[in-house]
T-cell receptor, first 112, second 112 residues
Framework: QQPVQSPQAVILREGEDAVINCSSSKALYSVHWYRQKHGEAPVFLMI?????EQKGHEKISASFNEKKQQSSLYLTASQLSYSGTYFCGTELSGGSNYKLTFGKGTLLTVNP | DAGVIQSPRHEVTEMGQEVTLRCKPI?????LFWYRQTMMRGLELLIYFNNNVPIDDSGMPEDRFSAKMPNASFSTLKIQPSEPRDSAVYFC??????????FGDGTRLSIL
């Protein structure tokens, strides 16, 4: 089941904050976040595991709400370099079947 | 270190022709994934391998698509015969179990 991302698109001015949500109708084992710039390959940002802590790196962080089967990606004090499409990939179960299902993405545009 | 290498980067061919996409994963990675990306459907998992063995091919659209991994350093995705609706960007990714997936630069396929 494909996770649902919201919003589909967001436009910011440099320095503003944004939140991107990823929701699943099924119980999740982990959530992976990737960013893809136009014409390039997706690049890994972070993984959140069931029962794990909120993760973050500088001004980009994420959380995983197991009760709601939802993950949120937080971008604070956005920079021009944050522009791109953000994808969440969800894993339903642990074990050797390491398979991600990606949402349709959220297009983030940061303007000067 | 070399990343995931895909070839060709671009392929334009006529409907009905056989298309072969190639992928060299990162050395040491035991998972290999083939994805297709379109505007309408987003990033879809077609098939993935673990230790060169196909684990889940439920995403392969139809019998015209086939994938092989004859050894740990090479995989192919074939489409025969190709159709215009197969036009998309095809990504190969590799990883260790439950670790970030590293994507290749993709093959942009156009079927005329």
């Amino acid at each position: 089941q494909q996770p649902v991302q919201s919003p589909q698109a967001v436009i910011l001015r440099e320095g503003e904050d944004a939140v991107i949500n990823c929701s699943s109708s099924k119980a999740l084992y982990s959530v992976h976040w990737y960013r893809q710039k136009h014409g390039e390959a997706p690049v890994f940002l972070m993984i959140l595991l069931k029962g794990g802590e909120q993760k973050g790196h500088e001004k980009i962080s994420a959380s995983f709400n197991e009760k709601k089967q939802q993950s949120s990606l937080y971008l604070t004090a956005s920079q021009l370099s944050y522009s791109g499409t953000y994808f969440c990939g969800t894993e339903l179960s642990g074990g050797s079947n390491y398979k991600l299902t990606f949402g349709k993405g959220t297009l983030l545009t940061v303007n000067p | 270190d070399a990343g995931v290498i895909q070839s060709p980067r671009h392929e334009v061919t006529e409907m009905g022709q056989e298309v072969t996409l190639r992928c060299k994963p990162i050395s040491g990675h035991d998972y290999l994934f083939w994805y297709r990306q379109t505007m309408m459907r987003g990033l879809e998992l077609l098939i993935y391998f673990n230790n060169n063995v196909p684990i889940d091919d439920s995403g392969m659209p139809e019998d015209r698509f086939s994938a092989k991994m004859p050894n740990a350093s090479f995989s192919t995705l074939k489409i025969q015969p190709s159709e215009p609706r197969d036009s998309a960007v095809y990504f190969c990714a590799s990883s260790l179990y439950a670790q970030p997936q590293h994507f290749g630069d993709g093959t942009r396929l156009s079927i005329l």
